[in-house]
């Protein structure tokens, strides 16, 4: 990849970097490419003399991965500065950067980081630029939570691919690593060079609000294959993947952004359960592991959260496991994390217990300033510092930052949203539609007996840059496979008035398709399913998220789940109604009945086909 560019990423090409005069320490530095890839210890004193030369606030700046508003990194709106004047007090990711010399930045959609690709590179290039301008300047690790499925900071036009559940029930680890190769390659293009995935979750409780379908599935070894693949899959393009959330986040009923979750597995079930994938991607050589805020007894019965827990970040996934890359916090702004201790020492107990990156606290000069104090009080050595800090350079330098931290527009445009990795979005997603009920035979639709089609249910918001909302991508997906569809949104919790409509529209449709959305005890949308299957029509089902509600609409007459509502999803379960595609997924999960959980009505691995 040539690092001069044209355009509107246009930034200082190799040569240039090269003869300034105030070259920097890390790029003169840069390890050879050709033995970047070698063992961590060819490189380790060069990046050993390059921390040397380090001050204690460069150090602890680079253990620090921050948000930042806007979408460039010198110029952003005036709403953003003021959002960035606000939480963290400088106005720009420049200023960031100049005043904290902050490691890694991570992107969120919400902080407006992520409009379109080429303004993504342009944001990574002039970070990069601000950050490589300092005095013993390094370049910045960039993040993002690419899962792909319900996580996606960055939407079309980039490839957007089926997410975890999904691939579980497609169970090809072949896709797995396809996956991870085509989101790496685009996300390197971008100026990413970690992404937040996968999730090494074992998904164990239907009832988990945070995990979910985010998970491979409910059987550790099928997950603990599938995280590998991924994981090779990220390596191939040269990304760091980061397996998360150690030491488990699977069985979980309480949401660890807004509470303390505590997992009451023993240590015998963690290590048959939990542990499986986070194994394996260690053995995959995964670059970085990220904590969970759950208070896990069986493994640390001090009522810390893992994120603090020496006896579990250095015991356990450091000694026992074998673990030596690097680890970061999941999001210090996470109530799991805060409701035991103050923020300013959560950062000092987190690098105590054995974390190297320190992600997003909700206040970064006091998390700074605490770390620094710490240094000083004798709390935390300096020595502490540097391993961490020779675990990230490590990393820069496998990753080709050091030697190439810029990125060109014509790298976006052969890579990002590409025909080839957009068809092959839709063949993985052609394998993991699940066919979970079929009375009669009712499926697939022809469209000789059942022309006139009606898309009803839940549009929840749609993950970033999709096409949205579900039905109307379902009703298009299939007017453009020959019927004649017509979208009705009933909502998440359809309203009396909002069934009548439906059912008074059926009355034209000879068949109707209910997008649902977790179907709970208390949920309007089996009334919804019931009154529109009392019209006579056919009645089918699509699960837009958990594949557990087929357990509540006894009265559809076909029930399937794509286990996600993004476009590849949806347009890949209406080639499956209609008969273009035979479904292919089986169950990751166990399926529960309503009246009785302690009963499976659908077990791992289930799965109709025709």
């Known amino acids: 990849m040539h690092d001069a560019g044209t355009g509107s990423t246009a930034h200082p090409s190799r040569r240039t970097v090269l003869a300034a005069a105030s070259l920097t320490a ?195 070894d099928a997950v603990a294959g599938l995280v590998a693949a991924e994981v090779r899959g990220y390596q191939d393009s040269r990304v760091a993947a980061t397996a998360k959330h150690f030491p488990g986040h699977g069985d979980t009923a309480v949401d660890s952004h807004f509470g303390f979750p505590v997992i009451t597995h023993s240590r015998e079930l963690w290590e048959k359960l939990d542990a499986v994938p986070f194994r394996s991607a260690i053995r995959a050589g995964i670059d970085a592991i990220m904590t969970a805020h759950i208070m896990v007894p069986a493994l640390d019965d ?75 009080s004798g709390e935390l050595t300096e020595a502490r510092l540097d391993e961490s800090l020779l675990r990230i350079l490590r990393l820069k330098a496998k990753l080709g930052l050091l030697d190439r931290p810029y990125v060109t527009p014509d790298g976006i445009d052969r890579t990002v949203g590409t025909p080839g990795h957009l068809r092959a979005a839709d063949r993985i997603a052609d394998r993991t539609t699940t066919l979970l009920v079929n009375k009669g035979g009712v499926l697939p639709l022809s469209r000789r007996t059942h022309p006139r089609l009606l898309v009803v249910g839940a549009d929840p918001a749609s993950p970033s840059g999709t096409d949205g909302p579900p039905t109307t991508v379902l009703a298009n997906a299939l007017t453009t496979l020959g019927f004649t569809a017509t979208a009705l949104s009933t909502g998440t919790a359809p309203t009396p008035a909002a069934i009548e409509k439906a059912v008074t529209a059926a009355g034209n449709a000879d068949a109707v398709i209910v997008g649902t959305y977790n179907v709970s005890a208390t949920s309007s949308q089996p009334t919804l399913v019931s009154r529109l299957a009392a019209t006579g029509r056919p009645v089918i089902a699509l699960a837009l998220r958990n594949p557990y509600d087929v357990a509540r609409l006894p009265d559809a007459a076909a029930c399937l789940a794509s286990y996600s509502w993004t476009d590849v999803e949806v347009r890949a379960a209406a080639r499956v109604i209609a008969g273009r595609v035979r479904p292919r997924g089986r169950l990751p999960v166990p399926v529960q009945r309503a009246d009785d959980p302690t009963q499976v009505l659908y077990p791992l691995g289930y799965g109709l086909s025709y």
């Open 26 to 220: 890390a790029l003169a530095l840069a390890p050879d490419p050709a033995r970047a890839a070698g063992p961590a210890g060819q490189d380790d004193e060069r990046l050993k003399a390059l921390i040397s030369r380090m001050t204690l606030e460069e150090k602890v700046g680079q253990l620090f991965v921050m948000r930042v508003y806007g979408h460039s990194a010198t110029d952003p709106d005036q709403a953003d500065i003021d959002a960035n004047l606000r939480e963290i007090g400088v106005r720009t990711a420049a200023e960031l950067i100049a005043e904290y010399r902050v490691g890694g930045i991570i992107y969120f959609t919400w902080a407006h980081n992520t409009r379109t690709p080429h303004q993504i590179a342009d944001l990574s290039n002039g970070i990069q630029r601000a950050s490589l301008a300092q005095p013993r300047g390094l370049p910045v690790l960039i993040a993002t939570d690419q899962e792909h499925g319900i996580v996606a900071r960055v939407g079309r036009p980039a490839t957007l691919l089926p997410g975890a559940m999904a691939v579980g029930a497609g169970g090809s680890r072949a896709d797995a690593r396809t996956l991870g190769r085509i989101s790496g390659a685009e996300l390197r293009a971008l100026g990413i060079r970690q992404d937040y995935a996968p999730d090494a979750d074992v998904n164990v409780n239907p009832a988990n609000p945070v995990i979910g379908v985010r998970s491979f599935g409910a059987d550790p």
């Open 302 to 376: 001090s009522g810390d959260p893992a994120t603090l827990s020496h006896p579990i970040l250095t015991g356990i996934l450091r000694e026992e496991l074998g673990y030596d890359g690097v680890v970061v916090t999941d999001s210090l702004g996470m109530e799991g994390v805060r409701q035991k201790y103050g923020d300013d020492r959560v950062p000092v107990l987190a690098l105590k217990a054995g974390v190297d990156q320190l992600l997003n606290p909700p206040s970064l000069d006091l998390a700074w300033n605490a770390v620094r104090t710490a240094v000083h």
